[in-house]
């Protein structure tokens, strides 16, 4: 008789039966990481050597762990890590390629689906996404030659094509809060990189002249808006930090480490990441209050953090000379608008497939030039994609959607909100410009393991638990070499 295969019990695709000590569960271990990526950071400012030396190392590390870890959290969190640290690269003129944070982020992500996981589970409407970016490239080619439309098609898409893959990868995986808290921190590391590098320049700038627009020297000499955002999407990681069952004291420590980021990003002046904050931190209060069991947690940070926000709000006004305050209630979108109408105005006429990825700002303003580039992601699309952008559309609220309603906790049902709305909120004035954007979307896809023993379970988790899950890296194996039991 032929020996019978091997069964192995299901385990969660990033989670090791044997727990490993975490260290974002030590304030100790916290600061060290905060403050060390905040003076690797300043020193990357200083020396253009040390930026590249330091993002080719963080690009390796992270394609060795893609390539040959066991470990498939270590090369989703190297992934994010890659993701988030992009403006930290640019801004530092770090000797990297300009899109290498969306396309390794992508890549990263590819080598671990195609090693680990078998088969893809969920994977249409992404995958179908994905498609939809691709008709429109032959007009491109067409409009602006081989050259010129190769290379804007290439820049054009390394976002939405890293947000798909971002959302494809993420579906597949299930992690405990420990791991997913582990993810959030590899975006708070770089965010607090940046934040240092535009400490540093607004304290050594002494006096500084603020105006009606966003302040170059309060960014870290780099643009506000990136930086803004980046900011941003740190501080609402770690809100979502301080939502979780880490012990209080970290919980605390995030907190502190938000209103660093928030403040930094309301020095620059630049509105979008903080009004991405706030869209991110309202509906993740939102979605509290709507849960039963999480009222009262939900209602004390909250209180916490509209607090701190009014101190920091207030001192930053008064040191901007009420710069802030004037800026804020400006309601100009800085052309934005004046952008998004022309792209309506471009769909109107290309209705099929559009004008081509890139190519819109050359046909609105008509000459070479960058400064008509989209600034919004949906309207780009429908200028750009044609009928194929309306469906692109109607996609990615779908990928949110179905994020949503596929949320197995109550913090998993944060997370989602959170990081999906900052994303959505910024895509509407930033297009997909930096990477984090396709991080934090990928992000909201992630499902929490309802059975992890750190979390308490509800009603809703109750319901979800015997829901089918991805395959784990164990039953791939088995199911593809069986292994037979003595």
Not at 173 to 179: G, P, S
Not at 289 to 307: D, E, N, P, Q
């Amino acid at each position: 008789m032929s020996p019978a295969p091997q069964v192995l019990e299901p385990t969660n695709l990033l989670t090791n039966l044997r727990r490993r000590p975490d260290i974002t569960e030590s304030v100790a271990a916290v600061a060290v990481f905060v403050v060390g990526h905040g003076v690797v950071g300043v020193a990357m400012s200083y020396s253009t050597i040390a930026a590249s030396l330091v993002a080719a190392l963080v690009l390796g590390v992270a394609l060795g762990l893609a390539a040959f870890s066991r470990r498939i959290e270590l090369a989703v969190v190297a992934a994010i890590y890659v993701g988030s640290s992009d403006v930290l690269w640019r801004m530092t003129n770090a000797k990297v390629p300009w899109e290498s944070g969306k396309y390794a982020f992508g890549l990263i992500l590819v080598i671990v689906l195609a090693r680990f996981v078998r088969p893809l589970q969920r994977s249409f409407v992404p995958l179908l996404y994905l498609f939809v970016l691709l008709p429109s490239c032959a007009i491109a080619v067409w409009q602006l030659g081989p050259g010129l439309g190769r290379s804007e098609i290439a820049a054009t898409l390394a976002g939405p094509v890293a947000l798909g893959i971002a959302v494809l990868a993420f579906r597949q995986f299930i992690a405990t809060e420990a791991e997913a808290r582990r993810m959030l921190w590899a975006v708070i590391g770089p965010a607090s990189a940046v934040c240092a590098i535009a400490t540093k320049s607004t304290i050594q700038a002494g006096t500084i002249k603020f105006t009606g627009e966003s302040n170059f020297v309060t960014s870290g000499g780099y643009g506000p808006n990136q930086v803004s955002n980046i900011l941003a999407a740190g501080a609402v990681c770690c809100l979502l930090v301080a939502l979780s069952r880490s012990p209080m004291r970290v919980r605390v420590s995030a907190l502190v480490v938000g209103a660093w980021l928030i403040g930094q990003a309301l020095l620059t002046l630049s509105r979008g990441g903080v009004w991405g904050f706030i869209a991110a931190g309202v509906c993740i209060g939102l979605a509290g209050l709507l849960t039963s069991g999480t009222r009262s947690r939900v209602l004390v940070i909250g209180v916490v953090v509209v607090l701190v926000a009014v101190v920091v709000y207030s001192w930053i006004n008064l040191f901007t000379a009420g710069s802030l305050a004037n800026r804020y209630a400006d309601q100009s979108s800085t052309n934005r608008s004046d952008i998004a109408r022309g792209d309506l105005a471009l769909f109107a006429g290309n209705p099929l497939f559009g004008v081509g990825p890139g190519v819109s700002k050359y046909v609105r303003t008509g000459v070479l030039e960058a400064d008509g580039s989209t600034h919004t992601e949906y309207s780009r699309l429908l200028a750009e994609h044609g009928v194929f952008g309306i469906v692109a559309l109607v996609l990615l609220v779908a990928m949110f959607v179905q994020a949503l309603r596929a949320t197995t906790t109550t913090w998993n049902r944060f997370l989602t909100t959170g990081t999906g709305i900052y994303a959505i909120f910024t895509m509407s004035h930033s297009a997909t410009r930096i990477a984090i954007i396709a991080v934090l979307f990928g992000m909201a896809s992630l499902r929490i393991d309802p059975g992890d023993p750190e979390h308490e379970p509800t009603a809703l988790d109750r319901q979800v638990r015997a829901a089918p899950r991805p395959l784990s890296y164990r039953e791939a194996v088995a199911r593809r070499r069986p292994t037979a039991v003595r």
